[in-house]
């Protein structure tokens, strides 16, 4: 799974992966985890945002699904959550980036390389700040 952790002022959290992940070293990323067995998508999203931000009550939004392919086998299922107001996530300060829509499609574009193919894909679709609109459900 992955969410996209908005602020009330519509701002996105970023995150970089740790370099010690076996994929995606040291990349920009949404937070992003394993689903376990027997899980709902929606149970391993909330766990995820949990153990990855320190904070709670969270309500999430569905947005989308990819399939794996050979070039991403990784199948996403896509999430938002609003960050409650005044809450940060954890984190060191250098590995987490507050970004805007503008902000993030410039990077994006000029600097590929520096994000996971997840967030690429999430960006490319128009998922992240709700420029694709009808696709998204309240859970």
């Not at 609003?82 to 507050?98: A, K, S, T, V, W």
């Amino acid at each position: 799974v992955c969410i996209a952790l908005h602020t009330k002022k519509n701002t996105l959290f970023l995150h970089k992966r740790a370099e010690a992940m076996l994929e995606h070293q040291g990349l920009w990323d949404l937070y992003t985890g394993s689903v376990l067995m027997g899980e709902a998508r929606e149970d391993a999203a909330l766990r995820l945002l949990q153990d990855k931000t320190g904070l709670e009550d969270f309500s999430l939004t569905f947005v989308a699904t990819r399939k794996g392919n050979k070039e991403q086998p990784a199948h996403i299922a896509l999430f938002t959550a609003r960050l409650p107001p005044g809450m940060l996530p954890q984190g060191e300060e250098h590995n987490i980036l507050e970004v805007d829509a503008d902000e993030l499609a410039g990077l994006t574009a000029h600097t590929p390389e520096l994000f996971t193919p997840a967030l690429l894909w999430a960006v490319e679709s128009g998922y992240l700040f709700g420029t694709r609109t009808g696709r998204y459900k309240q859970l």
